[in-house]
């Protein structure tokens, strides 16, 4: 799942990006998830392939810099989509999230952290890792 995702991905940066290039820039958003920074069991192929997204992310930052492309990536935890029907917890409105994403494109943010929940898990890559799973394995 990761190859795919990842070189998925970056087909279509390579597409697009001589594109943007030429007319002088433009801007990449590549949609993570708090999981580019967890895993969660039962969903570990989907951390894994999170994970290599955010390094592609911020290798194709660097790549296109030069060009006046501004990538930016994008985490949030579950979001009320149709994907997440399943799962009972914490949801953030679809229609915030794309709030956040335009919003941290236009401020030229590299980053964007859409809701609490992927605020939280970025803060806590500071820390001692057992601490975080400690506190989400409860």
Known sequence: MAS??????LDMVRAFAPVLGTNGG????NVLSAMSWFSYDGANAY?????AEWSLTNGIRLELAGQGTLVTGLHLGSADTDMSAGYHGEKIDPADVVRAALDGVEAGRIEVLA?????????SLANDPSEFFVATAR
């Open 4 to 9: 795919a995702a990842t070189f998925g991905t």
């Open 26 to 29: 433009g801007g990449i958003l």
């Open 47 to 51: 951390g894994v392939a999170k994970a």
């Open 115 to 123: 809701d609490e929940w992927s605020a939280y898990v970025k803060a």
